[in-house]
């Protein structure tokens, strides 16, 4: 997911840098967008540092001057495509009145017209140019087309005057994009465990049986989750990927790792999802030296401890969603898992389709309820992760209600 921070000149625009921060920790990519007022105020190297993108600082970038460069020129489509949402904060009674008008004179304004995203404005000014006619008019031509107004907060202002112009704080605006952005806050006030990744299980000090899971299905679940307002407890097994910022992230290897990490931060969750491919064998013994090759060689397994059932087991209230890798019987063999794991829910895929489940940006699965059968055909891993949640949502407010009767 990502989103276009349009930042314009006002004292506030130092704020915008908290406001990047907390979106990036919900796994957000943030582009941000700087006016030529903007950067009197800071300077473009901070959002680059803290976003990791390069800043667009005007409609012609290039590094001489008198030799525009037209890549930059028609960057603002490519932008306007690719953004789920643009944010404005802080936003200037100027740039309300450009995209009330529909005027285009730089990049940000020319982005407002080229893309058909949502738009969410935070206005801060002082509070005449807040209370002046022209100002209130646009607000309303922008309401009116559908644009989210984050209402500015009342205090002492930056001018020396008091009254409305004052940005709202960073949360609300984040709030309101996250709204925006479909992400409901029904799992505020959750404390979700999840599991990603695979686990190594070593034979000796270079070698370990490991599978092919990337960690993605885990990580998408862990960013949705923060997105919809919960804290996240993420135990992670070894990945190439970067957490969501906000998560609780435990690093482990093998699958008794695992085990110990889960075990102990169980009692803090409200709702468990095991999207890890925990190995099913490790070797019996691990050798404490490298082995050295002599021809053919057995290694003798033995079965990992199954955290799943565990904490079914030792779970007090808490919901908890396996998931199965299966290939073949696939729905009849994920029903047993729910059932002889003692499970709210399990996600299964079928791994041995081609392009999706293991190490792959899509999936395919069925979540399978004691009541209900979802099937969610192929797609990324970011919707899978919604729809599960929308089942783990649903599967609480039942539990809930059980508990109130
Ligand atoms: O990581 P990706 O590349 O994005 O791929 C995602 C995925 C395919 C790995 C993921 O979607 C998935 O299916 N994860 C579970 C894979 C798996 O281990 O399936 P299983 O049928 O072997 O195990 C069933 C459940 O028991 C899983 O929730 C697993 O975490 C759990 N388990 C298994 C063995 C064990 N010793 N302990 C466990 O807790």
């Known amino acids: 997911m990502k989103i276009a921070l349009g930042v314009t000149g006002g004292i506030a625009a130092y704020k915008s840098a908290e406001i990047v921060r907390l979106l990036q920790d919900r796994g957000i990519r943030v582009q941000v967008i700087m006016t030529r007022a903007a950067q009197e105020f800071v300077r473009p190297l901070t959002f680059a540092a803290l976003s990791g993108e390069k800043v667009i600082t005007s409609m012609f970038a290039s590094d001489e001057e008198h030799a525009p460069n037209i890549d930059s020129a028609i960057e603002h489509i490519a932008v306007a495509q690719s953004i789920d949402a643009l944010v404005v904060a802080p936003a200037t009674a100027d740039i309300l009145a450009h995209f009330a008008q529909g005027i285009a004179t730089d990049f940000l304004t020319t982005l407002y017209l080229a893309t058909t995203a949502p738009v969410v404005v935070a206005p801060a000014m002082n509070v005449n140019m807040w209370n002046h006619p022209a100002t209130q008019a646009n607000l309303e031509i922008l309401r009116k087309r559908g644009v989210k107004i984050v209402e500015p907060d009342t205090g002492y202002l930056a001018c020396g005057m008091t009254g409305a112009g004052r940005l709202a704080d960073n949360k609300a605006i984040v709030a309101a994009v996250l709204e925006t952005l479909g992400a409901s806050q029904d799992l505020s006030g959750e404390t979700v465990l999840i599991t990603a990744g695979p686990t190594r299980e070593k034979i000796d000090p270079v070698r370990y049986l490991t599978n092919r899971s990337s960690g993605r299905m885990g990580y998408a ?185």
């Not at 996240?232 to 790792?257: D, I, Q, R």
């Not at 002599?294 to 904490?311: N, S, V």
């Not at 895929?349 to 069925?366: I, K, L, P, Y």
């Not at 399978?368 to 783990?392: G, S, Y």
């Open 221 to 405: 679940l862990a960013e949705a989750t923060l997105r919809r307002g919960a804290r996240v407890l993420l135990v992670s097994g070894p990945t190439a990927l970067t957490p969501p910022g906000a998560a609780e992230v435990t690093p482990v290897e093998s699958a008794e790792e695992m085990r110990r990490a889960v075990l102990k931060l169980l009692p803090q969750a409200s709702i468990v999802i095991k999207a890890a491919a925990v190995a099913d064998y490790r070797p019996k013994a691990t050798a404490e030296q490298k082995l050295k090759r002599k021809g053919p060689m057995t290694l003798e397994l033995e079965a990992t401890p199954d955290i799943l059932q565990e904490i079914a087991r030792k779970r007090s209230a808490q919901i908890v969603v396996g998931f199965a890798a299966e290939t073949e019987n696939v729905l009849e063999n994920a029903r047993q898992k729910l059932l002889a794991k003692n499970l709210d829910a399990i996600v299964v895929n079928d791994v041995s389709r081609e392009g999706v489940g293991f190490d792959s940006d899509r999936n395919a699965v069925t979540i399978i309820t004691r009541d209900e059968v979802v099937e969610i055909p192929e797609t990324t891993k970011q919707e899978v992760a919604q729809r599960v949640l929308d089942q783990v949502v649903k599967l609480r407010q039942q539990r809930k209600a059980t508990v109130k009767v």
